[in-house]
């Protein structure tokens, strides 16, 4: 059974770095499948952040691009998000899931429980 | 901004049939790229409900089904349940730069 658990900071103060790990449990990352984040604001909807490939092989959305920056860690079984130049905007419920599926049909058939990441205004 | 539109709310009694649509364009569901959706419970993770547009994950209750024509795709609920209050989202795959991944808006279901 595949479990994927987020670690890092609550709070982020404006203009610094966000930073999570995503460790996960019951598959190892080197036996393939994309990584990925999501993140949800307060009240809102879910967003694409970006994945990975565990031979660091990434895909971000074009709307946070500039500041994304992901990475993985087969030895431990962990991938982690960064996200720079952080501002009230970025405070949301950040998850990391499994990518499933072929190209085109894509799917995310494993979720973390989630992490809220505050920056205060 | 989401291009997979959703309505914001759909409600029905105990034992009804409810459908929410995702409507998306020719850059996503309409270039025939596969759909998936998830239900999100209150105060927790999304949950894969249907993939490859009608395929159920092992665990998920027959009554949820899933179809897709078009540029557009639904979600049904046969014989509603109080625990199937949720939010709904819908995901596809899109090929213009506003992102790779696009998320439905979300529908709210109701049991009434």
């Known amino acids: 059974q595949v479990q994927l658990q987020e670690s890092g900071p609550g709070l982020v103060r404006p203009s610094e770095t966000l930073s999570l790990i995503c460790t996960v449990s019951?598959?190892?990352?080197?036996?393939?499948?994309?990584w990925g984040w999501i993140r949800q604001p307060p009240g809102k909807g879910l967003e694409w952040i970006g994945f990975i490939y565990h031979s660091g092989r990434t895909y971000y959305t074009p709307s946070l691009e500039s500041r994304v920056s992901m990475s993985v860690d087969t030895s431990r079984n962990e991938f982690s998000l960064k996200l720079s130049s952080v501002t009230a905007a970025d405070t949301a419920v950040y998850y990391c899931?499994?990518?499933?599926?072929?190209?085109?049909?894509?799917?995310?058939?494993?979720w973390g429980q989630g992490t809220l990441v505050t920056v205060p205004a | 901004q989401s291009v997979l539109t959703q309505p914001p709310s759909v409600s029905g009694a105990p034992g009804q049939r409810v459908t929410i649509s995702c409507t998306g364009s020719?850059?996503?569901?309409?270039?025939?790229?596969?759909v998936s959706w998830y239900q999100q419970l209150p105060g927790t993770a999304p949950k894969l409900l249907i993939y490859l547009n009608s395929e159920r994950p092992s665990g998920v209750p027959g009554r949820f089904s899933g179809y897709k024509s078009g540029s557009s795709a639904s979600l049904a609920i046969s014989g509603l349940q109080a625990e199937d209050e949720a939010e709904y989202y819908c995901l596809s795959y899109d090929n213009t730069l506003t992102g790779l991944y696009v998320f439905g808006t979300g529908t709210q279901v109701t049991v009434l």
């Open positions: 899931a499994r990518r499933a599926g072929a190209t085109g049909s894509y799917y995310l058939d494993n």
């Open positions: 020719s850059s996503n569901i309409g270039a025939g790229y596969d």
């Open positions: 019951g598959y190892s990352i080197s036996s393939g499948y994309y």
